[in-house]
């Protein structure tokens, strides 16, 4: 697979990671612990060298597993992880005071049997504490050779420009695909101007742009989408235009739906990196087949314009999620 450099921060990775939270947390009851190794360890033997992981997921399980998974070829991978939720929980509400994310760390680097985290994010945004001493706190850690580069994920223009001017941001990690493209308005500018990568999450849209999901669709009741206004059925029926769409283009290409929303994303900028996630590796296989497909700009273009007439309906969050994005 081909390589691609997040910024300007010198970090090369696979043009496409594997997002693997859902290995743990969030999609249902957690994969068995053998077969979420076999699917990370699949994905490096097909050129993935970027893992993404974080203690919220679980907590705690995600990274142990990733850091078994990835021990025998460490030097060969970057793995990010994150910080920012007290106890790594989401539903308690955020912490990332400096103290925290040093403990966090630690505990990371033993997780993750390592002795250097690659990428390490500031999960959301703290409104209680003030991003330049985020920023000072990753800092400090580089300077002890702890981590070797600092992100965001979820975070607001403002944020990105101060956590910058303390501590070069070297990634934002957001949710962008063809159905949610807001970060086109302010934040992808802002990333190109101050030379920072990109690394959408989500960026199959949680799974309804592979075509997989419909109005049918019954979800683990522990499935955070259940949570999610725009996995309602109405809306998840509204929405089905956008897949049906995706379905078209791709039978035109000789692709899935996947493939061309993810090949689409990495025809946008040459230091977008996404991060697909799956439990299946079958699927694992459809999605990296997505970064040998090369639109042209005639491509983008027509498919722009296609999805300029599709109003996608519903939002991405829940109420009490969506205060803790674009801060």
């Not at 001493?133 to 420009?161: C, M, N, P, Q, Y």
């Not at 075509?211 to 683990?220: L, Q, S």
Request: charge should be negative; proline fraction near 5%; charged fraction near 25%.
């Amino acid at each position: 697979m081909q390589k691609r450099e997040l910024g300007n921060s010198g970090l090369e990775v696979s043009a496409l990671g594997l997002g693997c939270m859902g290995l743990s947390y969030g999609y249902g009851p957690a994969t068995e612990k053998q077969a979420g190794i076999k699917l990370i360890q699949t994905a490096f033997g097909h050129g993935v060298t970027f893992f993404d992981t974080a203690e919220a997921y679980g907590p705690y399980t995600n990274e142990e597993l990733l850091g078994e998974a990835l021990e025998p070829f460490r030097n060969e991978v970057i793995i990010a992880t994150k910080f920012g939720f007290k106890d790594g929980k989401p539903a308690s509400g955020l912490d990332s005071r400096p103290e925290t994310i040093r403990v966090v760390t630690e505990a990371a680097l033993r997780r993750l049997r390592t002795d250097v985290i690659d990428l390490l994010y500031q999960h959301r945004v703290d409104p209680n504490v003030p991003i330049e001493d985020v920023a000072g706190t990753v800092k400090e850690l580089i300077k002890e050779g702890k981590v070797k580069h600092f992100g965001l994920s979820e975070a607001g223009v403002e944020s990105i420009r101060k956590a910058h001017s303390v501590q070069p941001v070297a990634a934002l990690q957001s949710e962008y695909s063809l159905w949610w493209r807001e970060p086109e308005k302010d934040v992808i500018p802002t990333l190109e101007e101050l030379g920072i990568g990109f690394v959408p999450f989500s960026p199959l849209g949680k799974g309804f742009l592979t075509g997989a999901i419909n109005e049918n669709t019954a979800f683990d009741k522990t499935d955070f989408r259940n949570t999610v206004p725009r996995f309602s059925e109405d809306n998840r029926k509204a929405n089905q235009t956008l897949v049906n769409l995706l379905g078209t283009i791709a039978g035109e290409k000789n692709a899935t739906p996947a493939q061309i929303a993810l090949a689409w994303l990495l025809a946008q900028k040459p230091w977008i990196v996404p991060i697909p996630g799956t439990t299946k590796l079958h699927r694992l296989e459809e999605n990296l087949g997505g970064a040998a497909i090369q639109l042209s700009g005639n491509d983008i273009i027509e498919i722009t314009a296609a999805l300029s007439q599709i109003e996608v309906q519903g939002n991405r969050y829940a109420e009490q999620m969506q205060k803790m994005v674009n801060r």
